[in-house]
């Protein structure tokens, strides 16, 4: 078991996506996405750019319980409600079951999203970054905060000399067993699981 950490630099309801019942993450992150093998963890922690300033708090925390390529992703009856409708609610707009196969199985078509153009076409660049790890990380043990998540504990912030909040770019994993063990009590003793607050984008747009 591993866990690993990121700075969740653009907090949509996207990537991640902790809506109906499951987070998931099918896009952005690729090394992640690559690497992360069911029962690790993932966790997102705040940016600290000066238009989030958010460095230090926890954004989400899961456990991966599935993985699956797209193909399966867009078949299975879980996850298509997570097929995004761009003009329906926030929720349903920042959908990520985006990706599905043209009718001669050649190559990948997106729907519009928030991986698309503006216009709703499909965005060439990020087809090929997000399709070249064709892995979708499922979780069914999760919990989100959003825009609104605790502050990670000093003792997770130096743990014999380790870090787990995660600040800059890239990804930290981490295998030590002990330190993994102390990050999931902390998680369990919040006693709070599933979606808990909004994406801190989402602030942006109240009224």
Known sequence: ???????????????????????????????????????????????????????????????????????????DPRFHQKIPYRRGSRKQSCGDNIYFRNATDTGWLQRDSFHSKED???????????????RVLVSDDFVYFGGYGPEFPESLRNFHGLDVCKSGRGVSSFGDPELIAQFVHWIRSLKVSGYQSAPFEWRMLRG
């Open 1 to 75: 078991m591993k866990l690993h950490s990121y700075v969740v630099r653009y907090d949509s309801g996207f990537a991640p996506n902790p809506f109906y019942g499951y987070c998931t993450l099918a896009t952005c992150k690729p090394p992640i996405r690559k690497s992360a093998a069911v029962e690790d963890w993932i966790v997102g922690c705040g940016s600290n750019d000066r238009s989030v300033r958010r460095g230090g708090h926890i954004v989400y925390a899961m456990r991966v319980t599935d993985a699956l390529d797209f193909r399966a992703y867009a078949a």
């Open 120 to 134: 709703g076409s499909w965005n060439p660049d990020h087809v090929k970054r997000d399709t070249g790890v064709d």
